[in-house]
């Protein structure tokens, strides 16, 4: 994305629209989403031909302590960059002790106008042997140019997931997202609603990245929250958890076409178990 700094509102809503979707490839390991608040790329340097569409192979692993089985598998995503629309289709498989289950999923960066974009999209589960994603999950966010701080954008966000029966949950949220130069910060605040025993709590992250699309990309993220629920079973029972990560990924194009990208992560769910995990994944540009 060219610099937020210097350009026009019209160019900077297009350039967020047509290089978000590049870069964020979605958590394999957890579920399917549109990131209510991506870090998004800044624009490569003119290519020769510019390539709409590309596919993304991503493989994941994480280990977990307490007597958690690990978590593995692995996803494609197809997407196409558009003028005023820029589908994707995802298609994620994670696999635990417990059992498997696949994941779909369809969406697409859309521009409103000089100053606004919004990103939409939703994704179901199969049976599978084991629930290890919600079985519909939809998903909108929007990003607003606030036209008062140079490089300042403020995204909101909202997901809706269910797991069936009365099983669902809201998740609402808010934050800004600052440019300058090669350097992007970005903050979210999460309200997160269990419908099932009315349980609502709140997490945030902090995240930057540093880099320029077409070459490399270097951030991180830290996070940290409450997560609480409601188990449906014979006598209902309430959950809470307390959480505390961290995230690095490093982004690196090897051609004009082609980047690969490591993520490593850690979360503590202080009473239940510490999980560490490794992602990698290969773009081609076509």
Known sequence: MLDMMHVPIRTRATDHA????????????????????PLVSQQPAVLARPTPFSIDVDLFHHRLD????PWSGGGLRLAYAGTRASPFATVTRQHRREGSQDNYGLGSYLILNRAMYAIAGF?????GTAVLYPRLRWDVSLMTDTRVVPGLVIATGFTRVSF???????????????????????????????????ATTASGEF?????????????????????????????????AFTNVGASAFYQ???TERTAITGRVEYQHKLEAYRRRGLALSYRVAF
């Open 164 to 198: 069936g029966a009365d099983a669902t949950g809201t998740i609402a949220s808010l934050g800004p997202i600052y440019y300058r130069g090669p350097l992007i910060l970005s903050g979210v605040v999460r309200l997160n609603r269990d419908d099932v025993g009315g």
């Open 252 to 254: 690196r194009w090897l």
């Open 18 to 37: 047509r290089t978000t979707w590049r870069r964020c490839g979605g958590l394999a390991a957890l579920l399917f989403g549109i990131p209510v608040l």
């Open 66 to 69: 307490n007597g958690y089985s």
């Open 123 to 127: 994704s179901v589960a199969t049976g």
């Open 207 to 239: 995240g930057g990245q540093y880099g320029a699309e077409g070459r490399s990309w270097i951030g991180a993220s830290i996070s940290g929250g409450r997560e609480a629920y409601q188990v449906v079973s014979a006598t209902p029972f309430d959950v």
